[in-house]
């Protein structure tokens, strides 16, 4: 049978080494930590204060505030690597490749932030104040259509945290 090859042209990293593929390579290769204290929420009543967060990252050098306001940070995280990706391979999707190009996205949970205030919110106020986007936050599809901006995809799970698309011809 014949072997299928996949060249990796781009890269894109938002890490707590890093914000960026340099700056995150640059961290392993001089063994540093992304550990440390968590400053992202309270810790108190936890066994554990440290973490590995992600620090200095501005959406807003990634998107328009309005659409910082809109996504979940890990989405945010998300299209700034995917474009950091694209603008490293030089990959410009036009109508000719599109069929060509697939996206593979891992999550192990993704919008905890927002449904953890979504929840907060049902509880101290009830259901009306609940936005119905905090749900579009927190799914994948929102990831998946913002990453594709189409609906002409189809999306396969090969397990819980893996998303693979193709595009339906």
Same mark, same amino acid.
């Given at each position: 049978?014949?072997?299928?090859?996949?060249?990796?042209?781009?890269?894109?990293?938002?890490?707590?080494?890093?914000?960026?593929?340099?700056?995150?390579?640059?961290?392993?290769?001089?063994?540093?930590? *992304?550990?440390?204290? &968590?400053?992202?929420?309270?810790?108190?009543? #936890?066994?554990? @204060?440290? +973490? /590995?967060? $992600?620090?200095?990252?501005?959406?807003?050098?990634?998107?328009?505030?309005?659409?910082?306001?809109?996504?979940?940070?890990?989405?945010?995280?998300?299209?700034?690597?995917?474009?950091?990706?694209?603008?490293?391979?030089?990959?410009?999707?036009?109508?000719?490749?599109?069929?060509?190009?697939?996206?593979?996205?891992?999550?192990?949970? *993704?919008?905890?932030? &927002?449904?953890?205030?979504?929840?907060?919110? #049902?509880?101290? @106020?009830? +259901? /009306?104040? $609940?936005?119905?986007?905090?749900?579009?936050?927190?799914?994948?599809?929102?990831?998946?259509?913002?990453?594709?901006?189409?609906?002409?995809?189809?999306?396969?799970?090969?397990?819980?945290?893996?998303?693979?698309?193709?595009?339906?011809?």
């Amino acid at each position: 049978s014949k072997e299928r090859r996949v060249v990796v042209t781009g890269m894109g990293a938002v890490s707590p080494l890093g914000l960026n593929v340099p700056m995150l390579w640059d961290g392993i290769r001089t063994a540093q930590s *992304g550990i440390g204290p &968590v400053t992202l929420c309270d810790t108190k009543g #936890l066994d554990s @204060r440290f +973490a /590995g967060e $992600v620090q200095g990252f501005d959406p807003l050098e990634h998107m328009d505030r309005k659409e910082a306001r809109r996504y979940d940070r890990f989405i945010q995280f998300a299209m700034a690597a995917s474009g950091e990706a694209m603008r490293m391979a030089e990959l410009h999707i036009t109508p000719e490749n599109a069929e060509s190009v697939g996206v593979i996205i891992g999550s192990g949970i *993704g919008g905890i932030s &927002v449904l953890s205030e979504g929840v907060i919110t #049902l509880r101290d @106020r009830g +259901a /009306g104040p $609940v936005s119905y986007t905090h749900l579009d936050k927190t799914e994948q599809k929102a990831l998946l259509k913002v990453l594709t901006d189409s609906s002409d995809w189809q999306q396969y799970y090969t397990d819980e945290q893996t998303v693979l698309l193709r595009r339906v011809r």
